[in-house]
């Protein structure tokens, strides 16, 4: 059954959109300065630093985390290992352009996966609301002039960022699953210390592949500890604290619209950077986002 939105879940569904725009600007800027895999696997060792002191418990043995290891290992995979670091694999080969058109698929993969591996059921109103949602994606990245739309050519990134959203889509729907123990469940904290445990074991073999099958360097100084500590507190601890609460309110069909609300964020932020007052076409793709979020979620 379609679940309605409280202005509470709605708040914690908007902030990780928020906080992935960010990302998706910091993680272009930081190209030439850290190898994408690399970035997403030190994101994840200083958000574990991070988690240590409020749920280091979780590693204990008698925490129930090794009994549920293969539940936690696939989380891991999926939303520690792999999506971020597909996004910033990505950005290495596409256009920013192409990389958010791709990713703003996002809610269709929602609802495909729950359809095909979850036994859920997609109403008129779902689709009514992916169609406005993703008119208003088209709109931004458009900049009002459709035309713009037909000069697109997808390349390797593109694929990156279209494996990427299957992950996440498929990472939300295993969190509305609740096979783990209560204490780590009802603890923020613990649950996503649980994810990042066996995370970083991916992404860490991930990042070693990178160095030695290609000239990865780090060029350390202040841009690169800065970019490392906003990705490891705001898009990944904040972000996913967020995230994991609102699917669990709205469920994993309604939070995937608020996905799109992502690259409206990131043209905002483009225009406060470069100095470009926002124009109309902004609030019409708002309007339609918003639009596609409020017709998804009515019962």
Known sequence: MTQRLTPGTALLLTIPPLLWAGNAVVGRMAQGLIPPVTLN?????????????????VLRRSSGLWSHWRRFALLGLLGVGCYNALQYLALKTSTPLNVTLVASSIPLWMLATGALFFGA??????????????????????RGEWAHLLELRLVTGDLYVLLATACWALYSW???????????????????????????????????????????????????????L????????????????????????????????TPLFAALMSAAFLGEMPRTYHALAFALIVGGIVVSSRR
Request: charged residues 10%.
């Open 41 to 57: 696997f030190l994101r994840w060792a200083l958000a574990f630093a991070i988690l240590l002191p409020l749920a280091g418990w």
């Open 121 to 142: 059921r997609i109403s008129r109103q779902q689709l009514l609301g992916a169609a406005l949602s993703m008119a208003g994606v088209g709109v931004v990245l458009s």
């Open 174 to 228: 295993l969190l509305t699953r609740r096979d783990e123990p209560d204490a780590i469940r009802s603890d923020w904290a613990a649950f996503l210390m649980a994810q990042v445990v066996f995370g970083l074991c991916w992404s860490g073999a991930f990042a070693a592949s990178e160095w030695a099958l290609t000239d990865a360097r780090i060029v350390w100084g202040w841009p690169t500890l800065a970019t490392l």
């Open 230 to 261: 906003f990705v490891a507190i705001g898009p990944a601890v904040l972000a996913y604290r967020c995230w994991g609460l609102g699917v669990q309110r709205a469920g994993p069909a309604i939070a995937g619209f608020f996905s799109n609300l």
